[in-house]
Every structure is written in C-alpha cells, then in structure tokens.
C-alpha cells in the first residue's frame, strides 16, 4: 500500500475578501507541480463565501463537478435552466461536458456559506452536460458508508450520476470506531478528506481538513480517534 499526506496547512490558499479558499490541488494562482491531481480527482477546493456574495456566470467544459455544502445555503443557476439552492445534506453533481455555464450566490443577508467543490476528470470527453442535485439521509451514513456518487453505467441506491468510474461517500464514525474499506478496482486509490474530527489509517493520524491518499491495495482500515465527519473519493489511478 501507498499512501500521500496532504495535511491541511499545506493547502494553497487565496483571500479574495468575498470569498476566502483552501486548493488541495494546484488551482488558479496556487501553483504546485507536485500538487496537481490524485489520480482522477482534479481539484478540492473547501470556499466560504461571505453573505449576499458569490461567482458570476461562467463556463465549464469536460469536468465532472461535484459540490457539497458544509454550512449555509448556496444558490445555483445555469443556461440549462436549473434555478436552485444546495442546502446541508444535498449534493450537487454537474457533468460539464460539451460545455454549459453557471453562477452559485449566497442569498443569505447575514450567514457565510462553506461548501466543497471537487472536480474529477471524465472517462469520456464532450459528453451532453447534465446536472442532477439530491437530499440524503443523514443517519445513514451513522458509522457507514453512504454512496453519494458512482459511475452513470453503475448507479447503486440514490448515488448521483458521473461521467467516470469514480465513487464519493460520506460517512459520520463515532469516537473509537473502525470501518473497512474495499476498494471497486485494482486500478482505484481512496482519497480520504477528513472534514472534521481525528482518524487513523495504519500508522497515520489525521485531524480536520487533513486528507491521505491510498493507493495500490485492496482494502483499508479506518478507525476515528474522535467523532468524524469524512468525504472519501474512489477513483481510477490512470
């Protein structure tokens, strides 16, 4: 098994004033040759977006993007003519493709907005964009895995749809909890993002917004030191 350790001070960082950004991976000014992807997996940015602010309209073209809100409501609008807000406990996926354009506000008056953007290469280019957004339960993922996203030709419960043979899940463990992991696929590594609390993976501890990625195995073991909140993404190596 390999592993890589991104802990969370080493993260690119940008404060625009409206928005304040974390980048796991090179991301607009934040630069790193060493820092570019995890196998699929492109970018995770973790943004808060301060009140009655936001992004403008713009474009995306070829990415599978996926956003998960942590605290607030963002708005969402797009030229396929999707007009809605991603609460807590929603996710948001948007197949890219050929090409579509989008804007994502805070409407609050008072309340900053952090939510997760993660965007993962597709398995097939120009694709016809789609955007799909869903509520999940909560208490299933109580010390489980919950599919939040998998592959478009292998939908599994109320997972969204991808253009990639990649999975997200969400899971809550409780303090001194353990959960193993099998990975769909030789080719596959597991990002794991700890969104909040403290777990250990053999010999590594991680704490809020540490993140580990394993690879060239077939299973892991996670045990939370802590109560812990986690986003783990499966994708191909290559």
Known sequence: ???????????????????????????????DP????????????????QAKM????????????ISIPLKGSLSHKDNMGNKRAIEVGEVQVMSAGTGLSHSE????KTDEVNFLQLWIIPEKM????????????????????QTIVAPKDKLEGDALPISQQAYIYKTNLDSNHSIDLSLKSENNGLYIFVVDGEIKIEDNSLSKRDAIGVYETDTISIESSKN???????VPMS
């Open 228 to 234: 812990s909140e986690l986003i783990i993404v499966e």
């Open 1 to 31: 098994m390999k592993t890589i350790i991104h802990k969370a001070d080493t993260r690119g960082y940008a404060d625009h004033g409206w928005l304040k950004s974390n980048h796991t991976f090179s991301f607009a000014s934040y630069q």
């Open 126 to 145: 120009n694709v016809k964009p789609n955007y799909e957004q869903r509520s999940f339960k909560a208490e299933v993922k109580k010390n489980a895995l």
């Open 54 to 65: 936001g992004f403008g309209t713009h474009p995306h073209q070829n990415m599978e993007i």
């Open 105 to 108: 506000f805070n409407d609050s």
């Open 34 to 49: 060493e820092r570019m992807n995890f196998g699929m997996l492109r970018v995770l940015n973790d943004d808060v977006v």
